[in-house]
């Protein structure tokens, strides 16, 4: 018997993402999992752990399904717990629909009255029940609609398993985010202003401002963001006398080679220390070449000098070292310049630390007045803030919003070109399969199926993938002055954004335009009969949404089974590694990118229910990709990638809000299909579910904004928690603690800012002609710059309180 041609073009996607996800597995007990040979490749946001150290693939298998919620704490912290706690609540929901849908996909089977034409995942879907209706659109006469009932049965179970799902586990979120919001911890006492008119940037004026409203001695610090991409006209002018300086000493080409040697140095602050590390690493190189040059001998140091001075620009390597030095040295004194300088350009933004907790949630979440139109928000830890996108904030608001609303444009502009891509894809598909199964026979006919399977879902994977990048880029550019000028904002805008785009694009638009495209070719003359066949045609196309399930799959397990991290490193630590120290920033963990992730999970979650009523094999398929993706999403986010930012599980509600979303969607779409197929009956049998999912949704918004701290109180700690925190507190706990770090650590300046003129750590790694020399260990400064740069990733560094504020029902105690 011949197989199906859509079983044939699923095959064609499933059975090489099945070999590549073995083979890549098996690779890496191969060549990567060692016991703990590659452990920075292996985990490297934890090489200690179990994992890193595990030998062989089986080896490794058993320690990631070992893996614990604490770990994942304690490398992520909240929101990297409720990130995998997601996946598992949508999994659980669709394992209990997969139980749904195996005596639906029985009733759809059943082969009774008048017997059943479809064939392959036809045979098990809706279409199968409403024999009433011919694949062309026309009446079977003596067919009946008894069957179409088992759909209003699943529509009405479906929700009756899921919603009890979906509050138990919003239920623990929100008391695990009550909870941690018990830890106070430094950024809680401090808010982030910006828009800041140019006569209010100063520490005195704005100090002036909230110890007015809030009282006298209530700020600790006032913390002015300056422009670190731009310097001042006075050091531009210093930068020029010197270029002078050397023109006239050297002569001839000197400007223009000091300008090569000064490549990124005239900049601001951040391009020159940008440009004193590259000096630092060209230096360390040089000195690699004059030691290996210096073991040669005679005969091979002439040889080599000789074939150098041929080249063009050519020097001797103890020339190249030298000159290697000079540079370093003058790209040194250009920093120092720049980072030193009496007056930075200022900006529109401002931290203000104040020594209260209480204060500190009154002046983030209360209104500033009318002649204020400065925007305020709790500030977050300082590794989640982006420096150049906050420097360069606005303060013009209608500058902002048409700013934002070219971005909003764009996205647009994107949606469309996507859905025609898409769209197109999803017909040509549709096309060559038809001419295939009508025109074609033999090895070529079976060569088509598989390749109009295979490429269309491969390509739409690639374009769909390319789209978070694309959108992530217009939010960080346009709405930087509005809400994208940290990581977390700037994830969560781009999360949602591409969940919408998933969704819309993805999913509906696919979906609607390969439908419409086959109802008109079946439609023939009558115009009417489109409506009722893009209905019929709907069940059809899961198998095509099962297909991009697993193509994302395999890339998502390919990214933990690290064996293409490990062949990247290989060959890159061959070619342009020279020093040790580069190899060490190659072993760095990545960021974690919520939004692909989030993305994908609800696009599988999506299909599920969307298809679980209508095509009960589709939930199976989701199941797995989430089955897989918690253990993978576990792993990455307690060994693997690093989470960013700690926003005390500000993404959990939107995990909620598009759960509930999807499950929505999947009882319109069920609805139309009904309508359009002349099931009335059944349609207006399942109307009451819009009101019942109305009603348990509006329960979801009133626990948000009754019990959740992101819907009650912006974020912060409520001021009542907050209040008995600072009663425990001692009064100089904030200057003695806080204000040494901002001295000191330069806490909420830029990562690549130097350390202050007093500070040991400065000298460390600013060597100057008096240290330079034959004995200057360049490798081990550029480990110190390293670590001074990277200050912020660890939080644990940051000045700990060491105090959990007291529940709301503890203060009231202590009250009574």
Known sequence: MAIPSQVQQFLSVAVPVVVNVVLFWVLSGCFVFAGGKWDFIVAPLRPKSLVAKAKGACGWLSAVLKIKEDEVYEAGGLDAVLAVRRTLMRLEIVLMWCLIAIPVAMVYALNIKGGSTE?????????????????????????????????????????????????????????????????????????????????????????QFFEAALGKNSVARVVLFKDYSQVNPVIKEEDEALEDKEDDKAGGHAKKQLMGALLGALGGARERFVAFKNAMKAAKRADLAYNEYEKLSDEAKAKKEKGMVKMPGG????????????????????????????????????????????????????????????????????????????????VDHDLIASKASVGERLKVAIFILWSLILTGLAIVAAFVLNIAEKQLSGGLKTI????????????????????????????????????????????????????????????????????????????GPDPFKIFKLMAIGVPGKAYYFSMLILVKMAGFINNVTRFVPYVVYRILSKILTKTEFERSLM???????????????????????????????????????????????????????????????????????????????GYYLVLGVLLFSNALPHFAASLPLILIHAFVRGKSTYRYHHLNIHGKASGCNPLLEASAVDNDLPQDLVPSVILPAINQDKLYEPPTTLPALDDDQRRSFLPGPDRTNDSTDLEQIQYLIDAWESRYNDPSKLPQLAIESKSASEVKSDLA
């Not at 992530?472 to 000028?485: H, K, L, P, T």
């Open 119 to 207: 064939s392959g995942f036809e045979r098990i879907t809706y279409n199968n029940a409403n024999i009433q209706t011919k694949n062309d659109g026309t009446k079977r006469n003596g067919d009946s609609l008894a069957r179409v009932w088992v759909t209003v049965f699943a529509l009405y179970v479906m929700p009756l398993v899921a919603y009890p799902i979906i509050e138990k586990y919003d239920d623990d979120a929100v008391r695990d985010i009550a909870q941690e919001a018990k830890k106070a911890r430094v950024q809680d006492y401090a808010i982030i202003i910006a828009g800041i008119e140019e006569e209010s940037r100063k520490e005195n004026i704005l100090k």
């Open 315 to 394: 020097k001797t390597p103890k020339e190249a070292r030298g000159n290697a030095y000079e540079i370093l040295e003058k790209k040194r004194n250009a920093l120092i310049r720049a980072a030193d300088a009496d007056e930075q350009i200022s900006t529109s933004v401002a931290v203000i630390i104040f020594n209260s907790l209480a204060k500190a949630t009154s002046a983030a979440t209360a209104p500033l007045g009318l002649e204020r139109q400065w925007r305020v928000a709790p500030a977050p830890e300082p590794r989640d803030l982006v420096f150049p996108t906050l420097e360069k904030s606005l």
């Open 448 to 523: 088509i199926i598989l390749l109009s399977g295979m490429m269309p879902a491969l390509i739409a994977s690639i374009m769909m993938s390319l789209v978070v990048t694309i959108q992530r880029a217009i939010n960080g550019a346009f709405r930087g002055s509005i809400d994208c000028w940290c990581e977390s904002n700037l994830q969560y805008i781009t999360t949602i954004d591409y969940v919408r785009f998933l969704t819309v694009i993805g999913v509906f638009v696919s979906l609607l335009g390969s439908s419409l495209f086959d109802a008109i070719l079946d439609a």
């Open 587 to 665: 072993k760095k963990p990545l960021n974690i990118n919520f939004p692909a992730d989030i993305g994908w999970e609800h696009f599988a979650f999506l299909v599920a229910a969307l298809y679980t009523s209508i095509a009960p094999y589709a939930p199976y398929f989701s199941a797995i990709y989430l089955g897989l993706f918690f253990y993978c999403s576990r792993l990455n986010l307690a060994a693997i990638s690093r989470t960013p930012f700690a926003t005390r599980g500000k993404f959990w509600r939107l995990a909620i809000v598009q759960t509930y979303d999807a499950m929505a969607l």
